[in-house]
């Protein structure tokens, strides 16, 4: 018999193992498309039954705790009663489960796809192939300006679709009871949340405030142990993180601004200035030292530093386990 610590750190190693094998196959059904459904159906649903702010805002807090609670439990009910009936079966659904809470193989083979375009000389192909993972538009982005978006999609996204859910699921393997894939769903869940409804404009000003503000205070410790972690293993721990310290804060995320810059110090580039969305210039604060432009070789050393930062941590949970079982 296998015990439940070491059973939910095997878990956590296959499933890292199975994201970096296959990525997220498109035929199959994604966790965060279910979750997508429910906050969907949800927020329509009160946008029609609330029109006024603060009724809204209350709304907005049912929404996320629906949402986020909803998903983590019914995830702990399933393990549960599959592991009654094959716990082998619950053991599969975690390692399946928990491999497509994880992004970093998805992400790395989308910032691949834009490089093999810029090395054919189709700039076009290229900005077709960043509008699929960046939110910015891309029509009469340079080459420059496609590797620096490229760059700050890798750092963004390393943290929300990697970093944060692996260090979610490390929490939940060493709850007893607990295991890695409810807290894992829960976290997808918030930030899903966050995609949907979180924004700054109408209808969902005030339906999305509660759910913005949740995913920025479960991303901010993951966020800041991930640019703890890549300073450390850059070998210039003071001069990154002293760059981060002086530019970081000024990105109104409290998040994003510091997963961007701990890349930037350390591939001695600078990200942000002025990107577009939806035909409106927006001016992002500028982070790093130009020292270097962006390149095909810097998108790739970036994504060296993300399955690095997630290998130390894989490494590091199993030490701790090591540790604590004698």
Not at 4 to 27: I, K, N, R, T
Not at 75 to 90: H, K, M, N, T, V
Not at 118 to 134: C, T
């Amino acid at each position: 018999m296998i015990p439940a610590h070491w059973s939910s750190l095997g878990v956590l190693v296959a499933a890292a193992g199975l994201d970096y094998w296959l990525a997220d196959p498109q035929a199959w059904l994604h966790p965060v498309q279910v979750i997508g459904w429910g906050i969907q159906g949800l927020s329509q649903l009160f946008l029609r039954w609330f029109r006024r702010p603060s009724p809204r805002r209350l709304a907005g807090i049912v929404l996320a705790v629906t949402i986020i609670g909803g998903t983590g439990g019914l995830a702990w009910i399933a393990l549960w009663g599959l592991d009654q009936f094959s716990p082998a079966l619950a053991l599969l659904l975690q390692i399946i489960g928990l491999a497509s809470c994880f992004a970093g193989r998805s992400l790395a083979l989308a910032a691949e796809d834009v490089l093999s375009a810029l090395a054919l000389g189709n700039l076009e192909l290229a900005r077709q192939r960043l509008s699929y993972f960046v939110g910015r538009d891309t029509e009469h982005l340079t080459e420059t300006e496609i590797l620096r978006a490229t760059l700050e999609s890798i750092a963004e996204n390393t943290v929300d679709g990697a970093t944060a859910p692996l260090f979610y699921a490390i929490l939940g393997a060493g709850l007893p009871g607990v295991g890695p894939l409810p807290l894992t769903l829960a976290y997808k869940a918030a930030s899903t949340l966050d995609s949907m409804v979180g924004y700054r404009r109408e209808p969902y000003t005030d339906l999305g405030w509660c759910s913005a503000r949740l995913e920025d205070y479960l991303t901010w410790f993951p966020c800041r142990l991930t640019v703890l972690t890549l300073a450390l293993w850059s070998g210039r721990p003071r001069q990154v993180l002293a760059l981060c310290c002086r530019d970081a804060p000024q990105d109104p995320s409290p998040n994003s601004g510091w997963s961007e810059c701990v890349y930037a110090a350390i591939l001695n580039i600078q990200l942000g200035g002025v990107n577009t969305y939806q035909g409106i210039p927006k001016e992002k604060p500028l982070l790093g030292d130009p020292v270097n432009l962006p390149s095909a070789e810097k998108v790739r050393q970036a994504l060296y530093l993300s399955r690095t930062c997630l290998l130390l941590w894989l490494s590091f949970a199993t030490l701790a386990r090591l540790l604590l079982a004698y």
